[in-house]
Structures are given as C-alpha cells and as structure tokens.
T-cell receptor, first 110, second 113 residues
Framework: RKEVEQDPGPFNVPEGATVAFNCTYS??????FFWYRQDCRKEPKLLMS???SGNEDGRFTAQLNRASQYISLLIRDSKLSDSATYLC???????????FGAGTRLTVKP | DAGITQSPRHKVTETGTPVTLRCHQT?????MYWYRQDPGHGLRLIHY???????DKGEVSDGYSVSRSKTEDFLLTLESATSSQTSVYFC????????????FGPGTRLTVL
C-alpha cells in the first residue's frame, strides 16, 4: 500500500464547476499536510497547507480528518487556469520525510 | 518564486556514462533535496543535505551520490547511468523549520539510452 494515495483522475469538469479531491495517508504519526499544484512539465508549487481546523484560500478549501487519515481539497467556481495536477503531500516526522501522492489530474473545459 | 536553478535542464546520455546534475540556490537555505519523478509515482527522495558536507540517503538512493561543498550548491551524480534512471529530477530547498515546506527547482529531464 502506498503511503499517500490519490485518485489519479483525470477529472474533466466545465468552467464554474465545483470539484473535490481526496487523499489518504497510511502513517497515523503524520504531522503536516499540504497540497501542491504541478503544471505540465513544470515543478510542483505549494498551493496551500492543510490545518486540522480546515482552511480556505479564495476558491480553495482544504480539510484534514486525522481520525480517518484523509485530506481533501475543494475547488469552487473552477477556472481554465486551474487545469493542473494536484499533489497531496504529507510530512511524517520532519521536513526531510515528505511523502508525495502521485497526483490527481484536473482539466477544466470551457 | 524561490531562487533555485538546475542545470542542465535537459540531457540525453548513454548507459554506463557518469552524469552530474547541479542545483543552485540563492536563498541561503540549510536543507537541499534531490527527487525523481516518474509516471504513476509521487516524487521520491534520492538524497538530501542538512548542511555543507552533511548528506543522507533517501528512499531511492542506489546508483546515486551527492556532494555539497557550498551552501548554495548541491550536486547529484549518477555514477554509471542506466535506463531505469531516465526520469525528471527535481531539486528542492527548505529552511528546515518544522512547519516549513519545500520549494522546487524547475527540474532536469534526463534520458538514458
């Protein structure tokens, strides 16, 4: 079993749609959680951190459920520019131990 | 954007040849990392460094070595390249605080024929 699992997609949605991604992690000792965005043939870039209380950044909402060991990302009012691969990332013990999911691909269509 | 560059950006080489990839940062961050990214896999850590001349192995270190003689430079060497090392290689940096995340360079696309 992979340490961080994501639905690879692809998710194909129309502009304006709301889309949600889930990610599960296997190590209950995991401490920090992030969503990264990766455009085609580019480097991953931090989208947002994920806090236990849930957090929002504009159209993006991230939530953490420690009991069930999953993380979610909700994108409201999807834009064409949201098309990318979204990586779920977990830090287990320290910053040298980041575990990456394989990513969920999103395509937003006109 | 974090000041991280990688060189070369693209390289094609032959099996059995040594290859060195360079990562350069201008952020004065203590930690530097090398990852590889392959289809169907998340990024996997090859080696990392926690200071000048201080390095440690990651998840997929076999066939790779690293060196860090200056804070700003972290070199990854494929001692004798194999086709299984065809991949995209990313360098990352962090300042090492518990909640800090990592910032990635633009990547090097390596093909081993």
């Amino acid at each position: 079993r992979k340490e961080v699992e994501q639905d690879p997609g692809p998710f194909n949605v129309p502009e304006g749609a709301t889309v949600a991604f889930n990610c599960t992690y296997s190590n209950s000792a995991s401490q920090s959680f992030f969503w990264y965005r990766q455009d085609c043939r580019k480097e991953p870039k931090l989208l947002m951190s994920v806090y236990s209380s849930g957090n929002e950044d504009g159209r993006f909402t991230a939530q953490l459920n420690r009991a069930s060991q999953y993380i979610s990302l909700l994108i409201r009012d999807s834009k064409l520019s949201d098309s990318a691969t979204y990586l779920c990332v977990v830090i287990v013990y320290n910053n040298n131990d980041m575990r990456f999911g394989a990513g969920t691909r999103l395509t937003v269509k006109p | 954007d974090a000041g991280i560059t990688q060189s070369p950006r693209h390289k094609v080489t032959e099996t059995g040849t040594p290859v060195t990839l360079r990562c350069h940062q201008t952020e004065n961050h203590r930690y530097m990392y090398w990852y590889r990214q392959d289809p169907g896999h998340g990024l996997r850590l090859i080696h990392y460094s926690y200071g000048v001349k201080d390095t440690d192995k990651g998840e997929v270190s076999d066939g790779y070595s690293v060196s860090r003689s200056k804070t700003e430079d972290f070199l990854l060497t494929l001692e004798s390249a194999t086709s299984s090392q065809t991949s995209v290689y990313f360098c990352a940096i962090s300042d090492g605080t518990k909640t800090d995340t990592q910032y990635f360079g633009p990547g090097t696309r390596l093909t081993v024929l």
